[in-house]
T-cell receptor, first 112, second 115 residues
Framework: NAGVTQTPKFRILKIGQSMTLQCAQD?????MYWYRQDPGMGLKLIYY???????DKGEVPNGYNVSRSTTEDFPLRLELAAPSQTSVYFC???????????FGPGTRLTVT | KQEVTQIPAALSVPEGENLVLNCSFT??????LQWFRQDPGKGLTSLLL?????REQTSGRLNASLDKSSGRSTLYIAASQPGDSATYLC??????????????FGRGTSLIVHP
């Protein structure tokens, strides 16, 4: 199993541009999460999904959108990128609520 | 607003010491609590998961305890080694307004174990 994969690893965006961060898992997990991590801070939950077709907002959803059309994929869309979105983004998955989370390697995004 | 706090923020110890990392949370009605390790520039690796009905979990030199009534969890690392150097984060699954439980992370404890 590849586990949780994320692409790209690094990206630089100009203010106002849009992009999609890709996340995929091959463990048949129901739950998937998107987090952002700023320097010296813990992880903040952006969006999560409890299964295909079902998504919900986390603590910091503004400026982001998600979709979950399949069990495997959970892309995160940034519209109109802003410098405040400069961060490291992590995707994670778990089999069900509260079970062990598995993380991807992260995407380092810079908005200038 | 539910909060998860980790103390200390940073810790530097000589090899061989036994360590205690603390995690506190404001909502005692958590679903479960998970401890992670993060190496610089990497993703998170799960260390231990404690269900709300459990008091502790052990894996090798690691032991995590959970006291929901006091809103605390501790991660005990026995006989620390330089390879234990990393940031340790805890995440409590806290009840959200939509009825589900969502993971809320502390800021982490940065640990350095020197030879």
């Amino acid at each position: 199993n590849a586990g949780v994969t994320q692409t790209p690893k690094f990206r630089i965006l100009k203010i106002g541009q849009s992009m999609t961060l890709q996340c995929a898992q091959d463990m048949n997990h129901n739950y998937m999460y998107w987090y952002r991590q700023d320097p010296g801070m813990g992880l903040k939950l952006i969006y999560y999904s409890v299964g295909a077709g079902i998504t919900d907002k986390g603590e910091v959803p503004n400026g982001y959108n998600v979709s979950r059309s399949t069990t495997e994929d959970f892309p995160l869309r940034l519209e109109l990128a802003a410098p405040s979105q400069t961060s490291v983004y992590f995707c994670a998955s778990s089999y069900n609520l509260g079970s062990e989370q598995y993380f991807g390697p992260g995407t380092r995004l810079t908005v200038t | 607003k539910q909060e998860v706090t980790q103390i200390p923020a940073a810790l530097s110890v000589p090899e061989g010491e036994n360590l205690v990392l603390n995690c506190s949370f404001t909502d005692s009605a958590i679903y479960n609590l998970q401890w992670f390790r993060q190496d610089p520039g990497k993703g998170l690796t799960s260390l231990l998961l404690i269900q709300s009905s459990q008091r502790e979990q052990t894996s090798g030199r690691l032991n995590a305890s959970l006291d929901k009534s006091s809103g605390r969890s501790t991660l005990y690392i026995a006989a620390s080694q330089p390879g234990d150097s990393a940031t340790y984060l805890c995440a409590a699954y806290i009840h959200a307004s939509g009825g589900s439980y969502i993971p809320t992370f502390g800021r982490g404890t940065s640990l350095i174990v020197h030879p």
